[in-house]
């Protein structure tokens, strides 16, 4: 397939439509990049340099050497004991500063209120996880992830995965995220730690996250309200069901994976 780089949107004068051909934007952020597809007999038109032609296009989100982040991993961390409790950490998402009037920003928990822009602006509540780097799976994408925003110690576990990829936007985005519970063995973590410019971390029950569903201030879609809404639906049943968490089991479905894993401090 043709591919051609341009540097801003006007440029598209100068660059010749041919079907099928890519045209990559460079980087306008520390993260995104657009890209424009020729593509006859789509709505929006553009002046190419031969003509008038029709065209799609998407963002890409980029890592720090230009290359394409094309998927990410979150985990759904579960502490043991009862009643269970679910490690989630406080982003700072610039969108969210966008909608200050229109969402709720304080938590409501069984030890009473807390108000999320006391750790930023743009605080938006989330289930950890991040980009799976080059030469990295899946799982060990996740395992990272999990180690540094969360501060929890080496320690074993059972992970679920689904093993298909989810389009968090796919009408404007080319990336896909995995998603997936662990059940930790321990129940130690940290309240703070210092990845990705600092992170507050908690730990709440299902009753907890429920509750903040319903009252809004738990937002979040790709790393929260849809992972949840599948953590019920499958990991749960899963385990209320089997007796053996392990892969191969006639009560697995194949929108899921098990393992027994080990969580590792990454250096």
């Not at 509540?125 to 929890?152: M, N, R």
């Not at 968090?168 to 059940?183: E, K, R, S, T, W």
């Not at 809004?216 to 053996?244: H, K, P």
Request: hydrophobic fraction near 40%; charge should be neutral.
């Amino acid at each position: 397939m043709a591919q051609e780089i341009a540097r801003v949107l006007s440029d598209l004068s100068q660059i010749e439509w041919a079907k099928g051909k890519r045209i990559v934007f460079e980087p306008s952020s520390y993260r995104h990049r657009q890209v424009i597809e020729c593509m006859p007999g789509r709505p929006f038109k553009a002046r190419f340099a031969n003509g008038e032609f029709s065209y799609i296009a998407y963002w890409e989100l980029v890592r720090g050497d230009g290359s394409w982040n094309k998927q990410g991993v979150n985990l759904i961390p579960v502490l043991p004991g009862e009643p269970k409790r679910y490690l989630m950490v406080v982003e700072q998402r610039a969108p969210m500063g966008q909608y200050q009037r229109d969402i709720r920003r304080t938590l409501e928990l069984s030890s009473g209120e807390l108000d999320l822009r006391k750790f930023g602006p743009n605080s938006s509540l989330e289930f950890p996880g991040g980009a799976v780097e080059a030469g990295e799976t899946v799982v060990l994408a996740g395992l990272k992830e999990l180690a540094q925003e969360t501060g929890i110690p080496e320690q074993p576990g059972i992970l679920y995965i689904n093993p298909h990829p989810i389009f968090p936007f796919v009408c404007d985005l080319a990336h896909v995220n995995y998603m997936g519970a662990i059940f930790l063995s321990s129940s130690e973590f940290a309240k703070q730690v210092q990845n990705d410019g600092g992170l507050r971390v908690l730990a709440l029950t299902a009753g907890e996250i429920e509750r903040n569903i319903g009252n809004g201030v738990f937002c979040s879609m790709n790393a929260g309200l849809g992972m949840w809404y599948w953590f019920e639906r499958t990991v749960q049943i899963l385990r209320f069901a089997a007796s053996d968490w392990r892969s191969p089991h006639p009560l697995i479905p194949k929108s899921l994976r098990a393992y027994e894993v080990k969580v590792s401090i990454p250096n």
